[in-house]
């Protein structure tokens, strides 16, 4: 899956957010996600459904199911690494 | 791969988002605002202070108008810039200190206050004390006095109205207590301008800032300073001011001695536009009132913890939702939604100890041209999030 991400400041200087635009839609995402072991909750009662995902290390991954940018929110501990590993897992679908 | 290239990103805010982001930056502007930039830019562009009588100059209309707004006798103690951190500065690093000097503000302050302060406190100039406010965000004025007296302040700093929660303080009483004991007033004013009385003489506030794309309605990139008169700043900024180059210092005369370099003529076009337009269509104050009340009722009937306010307000409403995080809060309104708001410290991150929201909160804030149906919308997709319909 290809992607282009940047970088989400807020109101915390240790925020460890990205935005990443992918080329497919976070309903093409979500299963997968679900498939490597993410907790995912995605609440359908929303006028557009929304999901969040989160796997052991913290990691966690939100958007709209049928859009195509989600938000990833990295673990404060080793988030270099969370981040390296979770690009290299969206490159190798 | 561009991340521009999908259509269906969804629009970050477009005629449909529901705007509640007002007390970062009004949206929408009435119309002749982006009229009348547009009509700046293409225009010949005006000869600021070396008109003559048949010159229109917009600074001057703009003061003008400004003057009569906040009852402000002479318009030419309005010194016009870039915003109110611009004029926040300017008195900040005006005013001479003396080393020693205390500085009495509060931590229902934006950071546009608080990080001139601290600059100050970091050159070891100045003493800060950051006084609590109350649960609601407002300055007490008892603990005030009392701060006042112990402390015996050079400059007695706040803010009219939390960006927080919308309290609005008393500034006459602030300002009368900071006098009787020997305080300058400094009232930044960035956030009740053009949604309360402003009335900066009639206080006796010695300065005040303000800004003019929030409630006043005009674009990014206007603001001000009023110093009352007698009271003389030492220019934090300088340079040119297209007349009386021939001097080596800042010309002595407000509102110019302040006013160092080009000005943004395109977007004070904008202002005055915004002012004649607001004077023309003045909002319905208590309508206003019931539908901020009818939110804030609403959220507070769906679940979610709001930051309750009595007494003179602006629309602005803090809350979080108990269970959620505040960020996803903010990204389910504006994602699932459409609901564009502000989370987290909203620049004021003083405030959060006194009002028991550690982790910051959820602003809404409301605008002259908010619907009951938006507020609907926005209860509607709080219910979802809290499972309380009511």
Known sequence: MRYACKKIDDCFSDSRTWQYALDATADDLVPLLEETGYQVDVNRKYRRPFFIAENEEGLRVKGVLNRSVVNASFPLDGWEESKARFEAWLEAL | MSAYDHDDCGPAIG??????????????????????VRESLIAKPGS??????????VFEAVRARLAALFGIGDSSRISLGSNATWGLNLAF?????ERGDTII??????????????????????????????AQGRVQPDAWAQALDVHEPRLAAFTHASNVTGAVNDAARLSALAHERGALVLLDASQSAGWVDVEPERWG????????????LGPQGTGGLYVREGLELAPYLVGGTGIL??????PPDMPIHLEAGTGNEPSFHGLLAALEWAEANPFDREERAHLLASLVEGLA??????????????????????????????????????VICRVGLHCAPKVFACLGEEAGTVRLS?????????????????????????
């Not at chain 2, 600021?48 to 100059?57: C, L, N, P, V």
């Not at chain 2, 690093?93 to 200190?97: A, C, S």
């Not at chain 2, 229902?108 to 950051?130: D, I, K, M, Q």
């Not at chain 2, 803090?318 to 505040?326: A, E, I, K, R």
Request: proline share 5%.
């Open chain 2, 15 to 36: 005629e449909d988002a529901i705007y509640l982001n007002n007390a970062a930056t009004s949206w929408p502007k009435p119309v002749c605002v982006a009229e009348a």
């Open chain 2, 48 to 57: 600021a202070h070396r008109g003559g009588i048949m010159d229109f100059d």
């Open chain 2, 93 to 97: 690093f005006g005013i001479p200190f």
């Open chain 2, 105 to 134: 503000t509060t931590k229902a302050e934006h950071n546009s206050v608080l990080r001139p302060v601290h600059a100050l406190e970091r050159r070891g100039l100045v003493r800060a004390v950051y006084l609590d406010v109350d």
């Open chain 2, 205 to 216: 506030v010695d300065l005040m800032t303000f800004t003019g794309h929030k409630y006043l």
């Open chain 2, 245 to 250: 180059s021939d001097l080596d210092t800042m």
């Open chain 2, 301 to 338: 009937e769906r679940g979610a913890h709001v930051v309750q306010v009595e007494g003179p307000r602006t629309p602005v409403v803090s809350f979080t939702v108990p269970g959620m995080p505040n960020e996803d809060v903010g990204e389910v309104l504006e994602g699932s939604y459409d």
């Open chain 2, 366 to 390: 409301m605008s002259r041209f908010t619907t009951r149906e938006e507020v609907d919308v926005v209860l509607g997709a709080i219910g979802d999030m809290t499972g309380c319909g009511a």
